[in-house]
C-alpha cells in the first residue's frame, strides 16, 4: 500500500467524527433553533436574594416556672453588604410536632438577633425556624431540635439575698435570746424620746393639757402604727400624773385605735374610772380643714406640749409653726424626708425616719422588739460596707483607665531615682 493510502486511512476517524457532528447539527440550524445546553434559560432560573440565618439555637430560660424560652441565630451574611436586601426576620413555631405558625416579626435587622418566646407552656415540645425577609420572599433557616421548658423551683440568680436573709435572722434570732437572759443590749439614745417624760410633767406643772396628733393618714400606713405606739407610753404617763390629753384625729379608724390605746394605758396605770372617750375626737378627712381645726385647738386651750408624730405633708409647718407660737414644747417625728426641715426648725425634739419606728423596742424594752432592732442593725451595717466597698471599687477603676496608676508609678520612680 502506497504512503498516500496508509495516511487516508489513519485520518478516516477523525473525518467520520466531523461528519457526524454536522449531521446532528444540521437540523437545528436548518430550523433556525439555537442548539440545546444543560443551563437554565434566564427567565426561569431561581435567584437567591439573600442567605437564611444560621445556627438557630433555642435554650431554656432558666429559673422561671417553665414559661420562656429564649431563641438566638447567627444574622443573615447578607446584613454585612452594602446594598443587603434582608429587612428583617419572621420566626415560626411548631408545637408538640404540629404545623408551623409565624410566632413573630422582627424587622430591626441592624440590632436584634434574639427573641424571648413567652408563650410557652412546660409540658410541651417546642420547634422553631427563623426566616430571614426580603421584598420577593422569605429564605428559611434549619429547625431547631424540639425543647421543653423545664420549671426550676429557686432562682439562684437571687441567692444572695437567701445569704442576706439568712445573716440578717441569725443575728436577730441571737440578739433576742441575748435580751431574753437579760444582757443589756446598747441601743442609742433617741432625745424625743427621752423628752417625753419631761414634757409631760411640764404640762403637768403648768396646769396645761397635752395635744398628741397623730398625722394625716389611716391605720394601713405604718407611720400612724408607730405613732400609736408612742401614744400608749405617752399616755400612761399622763395617767399617772392625771394630765389631760386632747387627741384630735382626721381618720375614723384611727379615732377608734387611739381611744383603746388610751383606755389600755389608763388601765395599766390603775386608773380606769380617769379615761373619757372625749380625749379623743374625730374632726374631718379633709386635709386643711382638719388643720384649721387642730390650729384652732392650739390657740383656745394653749397646751403645754405638743406631739406632731406621723405622717405629714403640707401642713406639718402650719402645725409646728402654730404650736411654737403659743409657747408649748414639741416633739415631731414623721419619715418623710420633705417634712423633716420643718420639724427641725420649728420644734424642740425630732425623730428623723427610722427612729420613730424605733421607739417601740426603745421604750418598752422587749427582748423580742430590742433582739429585732438590733438584727435590723447588722443588715443596715452590711448595707454600709457593700455600698462603700461597691464605690470604692468603681472610683479606683476609672481611676486605673484614666492612666491616674501610670501617672502615680512614674512620680514614684522619679523621686526615688532623685533620691
Same mark, same amino acid.
Given at each position: ?6 495516511r ?8 467520520t467524527a ?43 430560660h432558666?429559673?422561671?416556672d417553665?414559661?420562656q ?5 447567627? $444574622? ?11 429587612i428583617g ?9 404540629g ?7 422582627? $424587622?430591626?435587622?441592624? %440590632? ?23 421584598e ?33 435572722s ?6 433576742v435570746?441575748?435580751a ?5 443590749l ?37 407611720? %400612724?402604727?408607730?405613732a ?28 377608734t385605735?387611739?381611744r383603746? %390605746? ?18 379623743v ?8 380643714g ?29 402645725l ?16 418623710? $424626708? ?65 492612666g ?7 512620680w ?8
Amino acid at each position: 500500500m502506497s504512503y498516500h493510502s496508509r495516511r487516508c486511512l489513519r485520518s478516516l476517524p477523525t473525518i467520520t467524527a466531523i461528519v457526524s457532528c454536522l449531521l446532528l447539527a444540521l437540523p437545528f440550524y436548518a430550523s433556525g433553533q439555537e442548539p440545546v445546553t444543560d443551563s437554565v434559560p434566564a427567565d426561569t432560573a431561581v435567584v437567591i436574594e439573600a442567605a437564611p440565618p444560621t445556627t438557630v439555637l433555642s435554650s431554656d430560660h432558666k429559673y422561671d416556672d417553665g414559661d420562656q424560652i429564649n431563641l438566638s441565630w447567627v $444574622p443573615s451574611i447578607d446584613e454585612t453588604l452594602k446594598d443587603s436586601k434582608v429587612i428583617g426576620y419572621k420566626i415560626y413555631r411548631a408545637e408538640d410536632g404540629g404545623e408551623f405558625e409565624l410566632l413573630a416579626e422582627i $424587622p430591626d435587622v441592624d %440590632t436584634t438577633n434574639a427573641y424571648a418566646d413567652q408563650e410557652v407552656e412546660h409540658g410541651h415540645k417546642y420547634a422553631y425556624y427563623v426566616a430571614s425577609v426580603t421584598e420577593t420572599g422569605e429564605y428559611a433557616s434549619l429547625e431547631t431540635m424540639p425543647l421543653e421548658p423545664e420549671r426550676e423551683w429557686l432562682d439562684l440568680n437571687k441567692a444572695y439575698l437567701f445569704i442576706m436573709a439568712l445573716i440578717i435572722s441569725g443575728a436577730v434570732i441571737i440578739y433576742v435570746e441575748t435580751a431574753k437572759r437579760g444582757k443589756e443590749l446598747f441601743v442609742r439614745k433617741i432625745a424625743g424620746l427621752e423628752a417625753i417624760d419631761d414634757a409631760v410633767g411640764r404640762a403637768t406643772e403648768m396646769g396645761r393639757p397635752v395635744l398628741f396628733i397623730p398625722g394625716i393618714h389611716d391605720m394601713d400606713d405604718v407611720q %400612724t402604727l408607730a405613732a400609736l405606739t408612742i401614744l400608749g407610753r405617752v399616755a400612761r404617763t399622763i395617767a399617772d400624773y392625771d394630765t389631760k390629753i386632747f387627741m384630735p384625729v382626721s381618720r375614723s379608724l384611727v379615732m377608734t385605735a387611739a381611744r383603746e %390605746t388610751i383606755k389600755s394605758s389608763y388601765q395599766a396605770a390603775g386608773r380606769p374610772d380617769a379615761y373619757n372617750d372625749d380625749m379623743v375626737n374625730y374632726v374631718t378627712d379633709e386635709q386643711f380643714g382638719y388643720v384649721a381645726a387642730v390650729d384652732g385647738i392650739m390657740v383656745r386651750e394653749k397646751p403645754a406640749t405638743v406631739f406632731l408624730l406621723g405622717a405629714f405633708f403640707a401642713e406639718s409647718l402650719i402645725l409646728a409653726e402654730t404650736g411654737n407660737s403659743v409657747g408649748a414644747i414639741q416633739i415631731a417625728g414623721t419619715a418623710r $424626708p420633705a417634712q423633716l426641715p420643718f420639724f427641725i426648725a420649728a420644734c424642740d425634739f425630732t425623730l428623723i425616719g427610722e427612729e420613730l419606728f424605733a421607739a417601740s423596742a426603745y421604750l418598752s424594752g422587749e427582748p423580742r422588739q430590742l433582739g429585732s432592732l438590733k438584727g435590723q442593725d447588722v443588715g443596715k451595717a452590711i448595707a454600709m460596707v457593700v455600698i462603700i466597698g461597691g464605690v470604692a471599687t468603681a472610683t479606683l477603676a476609672g481611676a486605673w483607665q484614666m492612666g491616674f496608676a501610670e501617672s502615680i508609678h512614674g512620680w514614684l520612680m522619679e523621686v526615688f531615682s532623685t533620691n
